[in-house]
Nanobody
Framework: VQLQASGGGLVQDGDSLRLSCVLR?????????IGWFRQAPGKEREGVSC????????SYADSVKGRFTISRDNAKNTVYLQMNSLKPEDTAVYYC??????????????????WGQGTQVTVSS
């Protein structure tokens, strides 16, 4: 299983970005739960959003609810994170990840087995 995250960049307060996470695997995308995490300098990695395979349910961190939207395109093996109304505190490296053996979203980063390489998001004030 390989994940490749992309789409980060330098934007201004209030702008939007869309991150992409491409899955390369012998199984289709809808077999996997895919989570987005982020890590700011000096801080622990935190969960941002997740979409499950089992029922397509989604979850969001309180800090991004109403601003971020996670979605998947099974035909393209890609999960997206649409980020609107970006704030300086959203600045971080963003990672996508998937847990082995579970189609449900799990809460903690240590529960995820496969990780993309990360993409930098910087929001200037």
């Amino acid at each position: 299983v390989q994940l490749q995250a992309s789409g980060g960049g330098l934007v201004q307060d209030g702008d939007s970005l869309r991150l992409s996470c491409v899955l390369r695997s012998g199984l289709p995308l809808d077999y996997y739960a895919i989570g987005w995490f982020r890590q700011a300098p000096g801080k622990e990695r935190e969960g941002v959003s997740c979409i499950s395979s089992s029922d397509g349910s989604t979850s969001y961190a309180d800090s991004v609810k109403g601003r971020f939207t996670i979605s998947r395109d099974n035909a393209k093996n890609t999960v997206y994170l649409q980020m609107n109304s970006l704030k300086p505190e959203d600045t971080a490296v963003y990672y996508c990840a998937t847990p082995r053996g579970s189609g449900w979203c799990l809460q903690f980063p240590y529960e995820y087995d496969y990780w993309g390489q990360g993409t930098q998001v910087t929001v200037s004030s």
